[in-house]
């Protein structure tokens, strides 16, 4: 903790902790807080001794390449997300409830004391090979679709599809989701999509379709890790990806987190039900802030900050105080 600094003895039922996912990872991330904070130094001296390398140095120095590759960027963006969390905690600060998006899910069960670090760690990193090694390199392909009219995706989905798979993986927003498939597929539906009203349609500079049904040898790779790994009950319930569903016990964590890998990420959802349940106020939690402009979009009366940096400090207490 910062010299001038005490806990705040912040406790708020009515506060979530939502956790980014793959997207938000940038050359530098962590590094401030490090220096800043022992307990961050610390979450990272703890990330790269359960991971056998320096994934700090990779957050802090980069190559952006080297950190881009998915085996790498899951584990970072965990690894920060923790390192922040310890912060918000040391400076008096607990969640009523946690949700974390597609990779985010994992730091929300560490947070809700489900899953320890370094154990989250070893497992999201091999989930970022397996979901690598699913689909060779330019086979699968994403896309995002703004603002597509209503009733208009189903429609544009099953035109492009041709034999193909291609299917939403995320439903970010009312006017946001994000659709996965084979790279023809994905392609046709992008055409498809702009015919049929939306704003932009655009390729994503992704390296695997994830969400979606050509994930399932993902899925069946990671599920012997899932099993041998222990998992907890939640300290605090969690609204997951796979159901938009509030869970509490260990086996309904694990199986979360089994069923996520082709299954849509329910965000908009899930950020409905967090408001449906009287919370007003969230934190984004780690690296970048594209949860904070997704639950603006969502809606728009609950109250957001970030905390990924020392100077997002000022900003959160100033909403949340």
């Known amino acids: 903790m910062r010299r001038n600094e005490s806990a705040q003895g912040f406790e708020n039922p009515k506060l979530a902790f939502l956790f980014p996912g793959q997207?938000?990872?940038?050359?530098?991330?962590?590094?401030?807080?490090?220096?800043?904070?022992?307990?961050?130094?610390?979450?990272?001296?703890?990330?790269?001794?359960?991971?056998?390398?320096?994934?700090?140095?990779?957050?802090?120095?980069?190559?952006?390449?080297?950190?881009?590759?998915?085996?790498?960027?899951?584990?970072?963006?965990?690894a920060v997300s923790i390192a922040a969390l310890r912060v918000l905690r040391e400076l008096g600060y607990e969640p009523g409830l946690v949700a974390g998006h597609s990779l985010g899910e994992y730091s929300a069960l560490v947070a809700?004391?489900?899953?320890?670090?370094?154990?989250?760690?070893?497992?999201?990193?091999?989930?970022?090979?397996?979901?690598q090694e699913a689909v060779p390199q330019g086979v699968g392909a994403m896309a995002a679709l703004l603002k597509l009219p209503e009733g208009r995706l189903q429609h544009v989905i099953d035109q492009a599809a041709q034999g193909e798979v291609v299917t939403a993986a995320n439903f970010n927003s009312p006017d946001q989701v994000v659709i996965a498939g084979h790279a023809g597929a994905v392609q046709r539906a992008i055409?498809?999509?702009?015919?049929?009203?939306?704003?932009?349609a655009v390729l994503l500079p992704v390296s695997a379709p994830f969400h979606c049904p050509l994930m399932r040898p993902a899925q069946e790779r990671l599920r012997a890790d899932l099993d041998?790994?222990?998992?907890?009950?939640?300290?605090?319930?969690?609204?997951?990806?796979?159901?938009?569903?509030?869970?509490?016990?260990?086996?309904?964590?694990?199986?979360?987190?089994?069923?996520?890998?082709?299954?849509?990420?329910?965000?908009?959802?899930?950020?409905?039900g967090i408001a449906n349940r009287g919370i007003a106020r969230f934190i984004e939690v780690g690296a970048g802030s594209v949860l904070l402009g997704l639950c603006r979009s969502i809606n728009p009366a609950l109250q957001g900050a970030k905390f990924g940096e020392p100077a997002d400090l000022e900003k959160l207490r100033t909403p949340l105080a």
């Open 228 to 272: 041998s790994t222990a998992f907890k009950d939640l300290r605090v319930p969690l609204i997951n990806n796979w159901q938009a569903q509030e869970i509490t016990t260990a086996q309904e964590a694990r199986q979360g987190l089994f069923e996520q890998i082709p299954n849509p990420v329910l965000w908009t959802e899930s950020i409905r």
């Open 23 to 78: 997207g938000s990872q940038y050359v530098g991330m962590g590094r401030h807080l490090a220096e800043e904070y022992p307990e961050a130094r610390r979450s990272f001296d703890e990330a790269d001794a359960a991971l056998g390398y320096a994934l700090s140095k990779l957050c802090f120095e980069g190559p952006e390449e080297d950190l881009r590759k998915t085996e790498n960027t899951q584990p970072a963006l965990l």
């Open 112 to 131: 809700a004391g489900s899953l320890d670090f370094a154990g989250a760690l070893r497992l999201v990193q091999k989930r970022g090979r397996y979901m």
């Open 191 to 200: 055409e498809l999509a702009k015919a049929a009203g939306a704003k932009r």
